[in-house]
């Protein structure tokens, strides 16, 4: 058994939810099923975890943007703290439909939410009514809770990295409309469909959330410090 199949194995990675809720894409990659509950494959998912690795150090060689996504709750708090690590913009919590699809449009939020944060920074809305400034804080929490995570995008992503894909229907969907390669952690439920890079392990456990979303960290820094050969 090698390193990294213990380690998935030792945060509960192979634990899939059960037989009755599979989805027929993930079939390939399942071992069996014990007490009713399907168990992933980890030699396959340590397969398909090398090839989303080699293909993250790769965008974070070229100097490219892979956008961070979910709304599971319990996985919020690490996304956002992975993604800030590397520098790269995250979106935890609700999608806001067209963040992709209606670059443009969302991308005139972000402009707003910049100029009020600076505008308040430098001390310039001292201009206004106490009322005023009460309700530019109100619209400064609103546009951070909404665009906070990607201040730093300021072309469309070259990839997507998604915890559980079928969850993030809309934002995988407006991926796949634009031809944006997308990984993504998918748990046993999930249609692997239009999923460029997926791996395939338990994708509701914190614990192996965590495990998977270091793995794509890691990849990213090692890629990013590569040195550029020089033609």
Known sequence: MSKHIEEMFSVGAHYGYSKSRQHPTVAPYLYGVKDGVLIFDLEKTEEL?????????KLAYEGRQI???TG?????????EAAIK????????????GTITNFEEIQKRVARLEKLTEEKEKGLLAKYTK???LLIDREIEKLTSRFGGILNMKKKPAAFFIIDGDQEDIARAEAVNENIPIVSLCGSDCNLKNIDHPITANDSSIESITYFMNEIVKSFEEGAKTPKVVK
């Open 49 to 57: 975890l090398e090839k989303a690795k080699a293909f993250v150090a």
């Open 131 to 133: 009322k005023e400034r």
């Open 86 to 97: 590397i520098d790269q913009p995250y979106v935890a919590g609700r999608w806001i439909g």
């Open 72 to 80: 599971k709750r319990q996985a919020m708090p690490t996304l956002k």
């Open 67 to 69: 956008l961070f996504v």
